[in-house]
């Protein structure tokens, strides 16, 4: 397995991560996660994805380092695994290679949000080392 980072523009940001991101994001259709990534890769946001050595990607992650009050942190949006492929190791390299590339930009630390109801989400991050250490709330705008 071999993790890539994948530069704004890449075709395999829509053509790899997009369906395994809108796995995670179902409101999200094509159209919509191509003008999302656009947006959001010009505010940081870069794609890391696992593939096989057939060329499948088997996993990706959307990250950004963000300056924060608390220091420079990796912030994950997205993780996720081909759920056909889940339980393989693929979430462990992809979280490993997170850890190199933040430690590699100066972050003190990763940090990631998860749907309450996730539970088998939470129960591989805390395997993998990471703590519940703030609640996140928000409220909607009604736009």
């Not at 940090?111 to 996730?118: A, F, I, K, Y």
């Not at 805390?126 to 709330?137: D, K, N, P, W, Y």
Request: hydrophobic residues 45%; positive net charge.
């Amino acid at each position: 397995m071999t993790l890539v980072r994948l530069a704004a523009g890449d075709a395999r940001v829509l053509a790899d991560v997009g369906p395994l991101i809108r796995v995670l994001r179902p409101a999200l259709d094509a159209e919509g996660f191509a003008r999302f990534a656009a947006e959001a890769q010009a505010q940081g946001l870069e794609f890391t994805a696992a593939y096989d050595a057939a060329g499948r990607c088997l996993g990706a992650a959307g990250h950004r380092v963000l300056a924060t009050s608390r220091g420079r942190v990796l912030f994950v949006d997205d993780l996720v695994t081909d759920a056909g492929r889940r339980s393989g190791g693929i979430g462990e390299r992809l979280l490993d290679g997170l850890k190199s590339l933040a430690r590699a930009r100066g972050c003190v630390r990763i940090e990631l949000d998860s749907g309450v109801t996730n539970q088998r989400a939470h129960r591989f991050y805390h395997r993998h080392g990471l703590t519940i250490s703030a609640l996140h709330f928000a409220v909607d705008t009604g736009r």
